[in-house]
């Protein structure tokens, strides 16, 4: 079955429109399921600007779905999930600003390790750093409608879980390392960095 979003049956009549090229300023007709566009005028690839990612945001077979994302696309991809699960969770810490300041700065550590590091499940990884001090955070992953794989992946992580494969033990390495650093006081810094699982929070640390 095809997706209702990406089949044209659906469509009604904002599925087609022009938008300006934002380099030479010609105008570029987009389908509503295009990733990009080749400007015919200057010959630039313009990313569409109204794409609408909805599942694709943790779905693992986007690719597939919507076709050859750019690298920019991907990125906006993984950042889409991150931010609706951060407005999820500032929901429900309304009144604790202190909780919800820690949670952001814990995701901000964890993103950072991900890039540096080049391993482990991102997209979990930023959820589960987010969720930490949240009541039912599956239940809040599952009214997101995020894919059962995430949602198993996340889990594992806040319950700290024996690891099954490479990818989920960097995942988790990740995952406390970001909840290491969030902790750290500059008196407990020095003997910190035994506790630590990678190289780039160890550097982390020391940068700190």
Known sequence: MQCPGQDNRYWDGEAVFEAPCPHCGNELEFFKDDSQRSCKKCGNKVLNPRIDFGCAAYCPHAEQCLGSMSPELLAKQKNLFKDKIAIAVRKQLIG????????????????????????????????????????????????????????????????????????EQASL?????????????????????????TASGKKYLRKA
């Open 96 to 167: 604790k600003e202190d909780v919800y300041k820690t949670a952001t700065a814990r995701t901000e550590i964890a993103e950072q390790l991900c890039r540096e590091e080049q391993r482990g499940d991102m997209a979990a990884i930023l959820a589960a750093t987010l969720l930490v001090n949240i009541d039912e955070p599956i239940f809040l992953l599952e009214d997101l409608k995020a894919d059962e794989s995430i949602i198993k992946a996340v889990n594992k992580l806040l319950n700290r879980e024996e690891p099954c494969s490479e990818t």
């Open 173 to 197: 390495d990740i995952y406390l390392d970001a909840c290491h650093l969030t902790t750290l006081t500059d008196s407990g810094k020095q003997d910190a960095g035994s506790n630590l699982n």
